[in-house]
């Protein structure tokens, strides 16, 4: 397997413009999960779903932050408009309702707003 | 969920175990210790968890103290390949529907 992959690996916008990154979670995991990491605040939950569904994004920062997952192999973190301080590496993990909780990361995208 | 205190750096001697504590002494009887590790530039990994009992795979043994307040990760034979940053995590419950509360972890070094 592929592991998670996540693209574009670096963004770099100017502030205003919309940002789309992009998560293809491992086949067969039902959890998809987006992380946010900074300096300032380390690794944050964002969101995650479960079967396609969004469970808890209590972590979003606020509206112009959206996520969306059409089916079991894709989903999208979309900024609209972005701002300097959405600059971060943003990362997506997928797991399977199993026995244990090991999310599988995937080598994250970063992300700079000028 | 309990939270958890780990130093916030520490050398380690490539070839020798490395022992990287973590305290957890609110930790309830239905919760996980979990331990993740993210070397730099990378997505976190997962590496063992544990509830009660000392368990050991192929990259760390968990020894988990009686009481469970607080447990160690041991890495039998440390490589530079072993420097990053390592996560104690508690979580309440197995499954895939926890959310992971990184904490700001352990700066481990392994230093040849």
């Known amino acids: 397997d592929a592991g998670v992959i996540q693209s574009p690996r670096h963004e770099v916008t100017e502030m205003g413009q919309e940002v789309t990154l992009r998560c293809k979670p491992i086949?067969?995991?039902?959890?998809l999960f987006w992380y946010r990491q900074t300096m300032m605040r380390g690794l944050e939950l964002l969101i995650y779903f479960n079967n396609n569904v969004p469970i808890d994004d209590s972590g979003m920062p606020e509206d112009r932050f959206s996520a969306k997952m059409p089916n079991a192999s894709f989903s999208t973190l979309k900024i609209q408009p972005s701002e300097p301080r959405d600059s971060a590496v943003y990362f997506c993990?997928?797991?399977?309702?199993?026995?244990?909780?090991?999310?599988?990361f995937g080598p994250g995208t970063r992300l700079t707003v000028l | 969920d309990a939270k958890t205190t780990q130093p916030p750096s520490m050398d380690c001697a490539e070839g020798r175990a490395a022992n990287l504590p973590c305290n957890h002494s609110t930790i309830s009887g239905n919760e996980y210790v979990y331990w993740y590790r993210q070397i730099h530039s990378q997505g976190p990994q997962y590496i063992i968890h544990g509830l009660k009992n000392n368990e050991t795979n192929e990259m760390a043994s968990l020894i988990i103290t009686e009481d469970r307040k607080s447990s160690t990760l041991i890495l039998p034979h440390a490589t530079l390949r072993d420097t990053a940053v390592y996560y104690c995590?508690?979580?309440?419950?197995?499954?895939?529907?926890?959310?992971?509360?990184f904490g700001k972890g352990n700066q481990v070094v392994v230093i040849p």
């Open positions: 086949s067969g995991h039902d959890y």
């Open positions: 993990a997928s797991s399977t309702s199993g026995e244990y909780n090991e999310q599988f």
């Open positions: 995590i508690v979580l309440r419950s197995k499954g895939g529907n926890n959310r992971l509360a």
